[in-house]
């Protein structure tokens, strides 16, 4: 339609998009999905998992102002898979499988080329996950974003049988906490990052070879948000987890104690010199003049997702994750509501 175009709405273009898309989609499916993108409802059929008393875990999150680094680099490849981790590792935590993924793009022109990008990582995520990606919307929006940039959200549905769910009650004082290792800067905190980069006058563009031999600033910053979710259903699978915490905005203070059901008795007594810290963390403190107080507070320092085990499964525990990620044990449960570093 003429007019709706000059109103800054390519309807043609969005036709392009879902056949491009399809091929993404189609790479995802898993047990359980129904028909087919392009219907006003996504289906999935609950049924093909048997599960006797099912409880379904939903989980919804966006990347944030790492955004903004994308649109600076043009690079969008890699955003859809930290859209589906930041979703998938919350339900994870709380010993759902996640089972299907929507996601809702907004952007201010709609480029072809570009939202192919964004949405093949999504696929990507999901086959990471081992979710499918059923359904989703793209939404041109000329009055409310720039042409080159977007914003999106996730929304991610997982299910458990209703005795395996996971919500620390079991804990007590002296379990072994582990944590496992972060890609990076995952997706949170990147308010604070561009802040720092810049009031020091750091360019995105340039290589600091005490962050990387090779990769700029903004690659380093782009490195996409660690999946964990066949990592711990493995684990899930040789023992038992009392409990796990994804550590997202707020960094350790704000989400460890999240994984406590009684958030009044527990604390932990973490031991920092059990992991090396990444550059980037310290090097953000470095330029920022942040405490090492602070980088606790609003990042996650190495570690993506923490869970707690008996001690004595600790090293079998141990064995499992190192299998996908690097894996410590970091700390240990402790009496007191606090942590301790």
């Known amino acids: 339609m003429k007019q709706y175009k000059e109103a800054g709405v390519d309807i043609e273009a969005g036709y392009e998009v879902v056949q491009r898309i399809k091929k993404h989609t189609q790479r995802t499916a898993v ?123 996730g929304f991610c549905v997982g299910a458990a049988e209703k005795s395996q769910l996971i919500n620390g009650s079991q804990v007590r004082a002296g379990d072994a906490v582990l944590g496992i290792a972060a890609s990076g800067i995952h997706s949170n905190g990147f308010s604070l990052v561009r802040k720092i980069i810049s009031a020091c006058g750091l360019s995105l563009h340039k290589n600091y070879s005490e962050l990387h031999p090779t990769q700029t600033l903004g690659e380093v910053l782009l490195t996409p948000t660690s999946v964990y979710v066949p990592a711990v259903l493995e684990l899930l699978q040789q023992l038992p987890v009392l409990a796990m915490s994804h550590i997202t905005g707020g960094g350790f203070y704000e989400n460890v104690p999240r994984m406590f059901a009684d958030t009044t008795t527990f604390g932990v007594a973490f031991d920092k010199n059990a992991w090396q810290i990444p550059p980037v963390f310290l090097w953000l403190a470095q330029h920022g003049k942040l405490t090492m107080p602070d980088c606790f507070q609003v990042f996650n320092m190495g570690i993506g997702l923490v869970l707690v085990v008996r001690e004595q499964n600790t090293e079998k525990a141990l064995r499992c994750l190192n299998e996908f990620f690097p894996a410590y044990r970091i700390g240990t449960v402790i009496p007191q509501n606090q942590l301790t570093f």
């Open 31 to 153: 047990k359980g999905v129904t028909g087919a993108i392009g219907g006003f409802g996504a289906l999935f059929d609950l049924s093909a998992y048997h599960l006797k008393e099912p409880v379904l875990v939903s989980g919804t999150d966006g990347v944030g102002t790492k955004l903004k680094i994308a649109f600076e680099l043009d690079k969008h490849d890699t955003i859809g898979i930290d859209c589906v981790a930041m979703c998938a590792n919350d339900i994870i935590v709380q010993g759902a499988k996640p089972l299907f993924f929507l996601d809702y793009l907004a952007v201010g022109k709609n480029n072809p080329d570009v939202i192919e990008q964004i949405v093949k990582g999504v696929a990507d995520g999901c086959q990471m996950a081992g979710c499918a990606l059923i359904g989703g919307e793209t939404a041109e929006m000329p009055s409310m974003y720039a042409n080159n940039e977007y914003d999106i959200a």
